[in-house]
């Protein structure tokens, strides 16, 4: 797990390299407030596939200082421009205390912007990511926002869970969020065989804990 330190609490989102003995995974790229690529630990001339389970800011940031992106077909069409209504990157722009140390003395968060990523492989449903030793089935898992993935290695119960589900404040409320559909993706979450999810914020959880958060949001929602 890696975390851009200085950057606020609020902003801060978990990004994961998967090893694999054919490829490597990687899964989020922050909010790309200083470049990314160097601090990634690659083998030279093994492939690295970066996956994006949404479109928000703090996860695509760095997305476009890599080679190989994949992300949810859905949100497919927002990779290519990168405008505000669908990262939320203006969010950032007037938000108080946004970084604690600046990158540059010149940097100034009015000036935030995401850089254009189109994605080369669209991910679906039921598709499959191979990194030679591990697979992970991509998930549907929409709420958060319309396109939103996990990345389930079933073999170990590990869930990569993005924004759908975590140990930290769940966001329902964003313009482009839907709490019927997020009802949906925590009934299915309920009954998924995860050990442990890595979360796109917080700290990684077991399977007992991610069930508990699912049927809790389900209490106040279905309720």
């Known amino acids: 797990m890696l975390t851009e330190p200085f950057v606020t609490d609020y902003c801060r989102a978990n990004i994961w390299l998967v090893g694999g003995s054919e490829c490597d995974m990687l899964v989020d790229t922050g909010m790309g407030i200083c470049a990314l690529a160097p601090e990634i630990d690659t083998t030279p001339g093994k492939p690295l596939l970066v996956v994006a389970t949404h479109v928000h800011l703090d996860h695509v940031g760095s997305l476009h200082e890599f080679a190989w992106r994949a ?88 869930l990569f869970s993005g924004d759908a589900i975590h140990g930290g404040l769940l966001v329902d409320d964003m313009p482009d969020s839907n709490r019927a559909a997020y009802c949906a993706t925590m009934r299915r979450l309920t009954a998924l065989p995860v050990r442990v999810a890595h979360g796109g914020h917080a700290d990684s959880i077991d399977g007992a804990r991610m069930r508990e958060i699912a049927e809790d949001y389900l209490r106040r929602n279905e309720g």
Do not use: C
């Open 71 to 158: 992300g949810p077909r859905i949100e497919a069409p927002f990779f290519e421009t990168m405008p505000d209504e669908a990262t939320y990157a203006h969010m950032f722009r007037n938000f108080p205390g946004a970084v604690s140390q600046l990158p540059h003395p010149a940097w100034s968060s009015a000036d935030y912007t995401i850089k254009p990523a189109p994605l080369h492989r669209l991910l679906d449903e039921g598709d499959v990511i191979e990194l030679g030793d591990r697979t992970f089935t991509v998930l549907h898992l929409p709420g958060h926002s319309p396109g939103s993935i996990g990345l389930f290695d079933e073999r170990y119960g590990t």
